[in-house]
């Protein structure tokens, strides 16, 4: 008798302990996806962050990949962040450096997000593109040098700029 009361409470102990990993797992299901993704507006930080390729393949979707390792882009009206209106802050997917506010964020009528500023300006590098017979900025993340898209001269006050972004560079964070 002794020995039944033993295995069925090592059997408790052993459904308890599975019980408890199953709602942990649940837990973190539960989180907001901005703490699942590592998103947080203190992370300020611009110490350079540096992968092996194999790394960045592991760590970014490969639309990520593509964008922000091999400075692709994404097909105009047909990506995630041209059409969003919700009040926000943009960060970069590769190292989720807070970049852009929902606040100068507006409509470029290019198919892509667009803003007129960064949230601060060394948050974003400009270099030289010369791609496509083209000479323009190609705007790269401060923190991990991840393309993000490129910056023109015909956008709106105070600025006069468009940083013409990729949505698959970005994730987007809403304000409460």
């Avoid at 790269?140 to 105070?158: N, S």
Wanted: aromatic share 10%; proline share 5%.
């Amino acid at each position: 008798m002794k020995l039944h009361t033993q295995i069925a409470g090592i059997s408790l102990l052993l459904i308890s302990i599975v019980a408890c990993m199953g709602s942990k797992n649940k837990e973190v299901k539960d989180l907001p996806l901005a703490i699942q993704q590592g998103l947080s507006l203190s992370d300020t930080s611009l110490v350079k962050v540096v992968k092996t390729d194999a790394q960045w393949k592991k760590d970014l979707t490969p639309n990520q990949y593509f964008i922000l390792r091999e400075q692709g882009t994404e097909p105009p009206f047909n990506n995630e962040y041209h059409d969003n209106h919700a009040e926000g802050y943009y960060f970069c997917a590769g190292c989720k450096l807070p970049l852009f506010s929902s606040k100068t964020k507006f409509d470029s009528g290019t198919g892509w997000p667009s803003f007129y500023a960064p949230i601060q300006k060394n948050r974003v590098k400009e270099v030289v593109d010369r791609s496509y017979g083209t000479v323009r900025g190609e705007i790269v993340c401060a923190r991990c040098e991840g393309h993000l898209g490129h910056v023109f001269d015909d956008g709106p006050a105070p600025t006069g700029l468009r940083y013409c972004m990729d949505s698959g560079a970005l994730l987007f964070l809403k304000s409460k």
